[in-house]
């Protein structure tokens, strides 16, 4: 696969994230839900000042530290995709990492511009682009839009249940983003069907 190839790639799958980021950011309010099937997929906008999935790392060196990561990650990525190409690596391999690169890029951008570029989402008010005054936060310092929610099923844990029991639960929780997704489906790609590469 070639270099010129892998850009467009990665330029289309992050044209994609940030598409639908930029629209979510601009035409909802924090905690606004759309349904697109009903009882199992929602567009549902929240920001999420950590990492992947909604989980999230305490204080501002903490995020500081998570953005750096990511931008250490992406460079490691693209020195070993480069490494990939030039060893003729089969090329769903190359597309797996790829997709993990993309997401991490997906992610980076907001961290490091959405702070500088737009005003704060509240649960009344959209954002607005380059805002009068500056954005909400410095660079580095923005928070990562997620809208992707499949509450797929609720139910309650059996009462015999450690430590929940009784408790209701809901299945799938976790609120992300289509760059998430790139992750996810990287990494579950190359564990399921290139497992014979890494040998």
Request: charged letters at 10%; aromatic letters at 18%.
């Amino acid at each position: 696969m070639s270099g010129k190839k892998i850009t467009l790639i990665i330029t289309g799958l992050l044209l994609l994230d940030q598409v639908v980021k930029f629209l979510v950011k601009m035409n909802m309010t924090l905690d606004q839900s759309i349904t697109v099937f009903p009882n199992w997929f929602f567009i549902k906008f929240i920001e999420n000042p950590g990492a992947a999935f909604g989980t999230q790392i305490g204080g501002e060196y903490g995020k500081l530290t998570l953005s750096l990561f990511r931008i250490i990650a992406v460079i490691g990525l693209s020195w070993f995709i480069n490494k990939l190409v030039k060893k003729n690596a089969p090329a769903g391999v190359i597309v797996g990492f790829i997709l993990i690169l993309a997401g991490a890029i997906g992610n980076i951008i907001d961290s490091a511009f959405y702070g500088v570029i737009f005003s704060e989402s509240t649960f009344t008010t959209a954002a607005a682009l380059f805002p009068q005054g500056g954005g909400y936060a410095g660079f580095l310092h923005g928070k990562v839009v997620d809208m992707l929610y499949f509450p797929l099923f609720s139910g309650t844990y059996p009462s015999w249940f450690p430590g929940v029991g009784g408790n209701s639960f809901t299945f799938f929780s976790p609120i992300f983003n289509i760059a998430d997704s790139y992750i996810t489906i990287g990494v579950f790609y190359l564990i399921l069907f290139q497992r014979k590469f890494f040998k």
